[in-house]
């Protein structure tokens, strides 16, 4: 059983900053690209950064320059970092990561249950 719990969210001003947090636990043998997704009410969801397991970055043009993200393999552990936050920014952050589990099972996508991010003054 694998697990994707993120932390960091909450209500930030315009211009403010918040770092969302993905820490991964349960059996896991190898975890590859590891990424950031995020949805408004009536809205899909949509992909704001990924990170693989070489530490190649791809970033949304609507968050290039402002977020940056990072990943800690010690720890299983996906971060985000947003500065210069926008209104249009507000919507429940997710992470992912793409798992294997054990050495002879196939790589699988996990999610975790998200995390609400408010910029508002």
């Known amino acids: 059983q694998v697990q994707l719990v993120e932390s960091g969210g909450g209500l930030v001003q315009p211009g403010g900053s918040l770092r969302l947090s993905c820490a991964a636990s349960?059996?896991?043998?190898?975890?590859?690209?590891m990424n950031w997704y995020r949805q408004a009410p009536g809205t899909q969801r949509d992909m704001v950064a990924s990170?693989?397991?070489?530490?190649?970055?791809n970033y949304a043009d609507s968050v290039k320059g402002r977020f940056t993200i990072s990943r800690d393999n010690a720890k299983n552990t996906v971060y985000l970092q947003m500065n210069s936050l926008k209104p249009e920014d507000t919507a429940v952050y997710y992470c992912?990561?793409?798992?294997?589990?054990?050495?002879?099972?196939?790589?699988?996508?996990?999610w975790g249950q998200g995390t609400q991010v408010t910029v508002s003054s």
């Open positions: 990170i693989s397991s070489g530490g190649s970055l």
């Open positions: 992912n990561a793409d798992i294997q589990s054990k050495p002879i099972a196939s790589m699988m996508r996990y």
């Open positions: 349960g059996s896991i043998f190898r975890i590859y690209g």
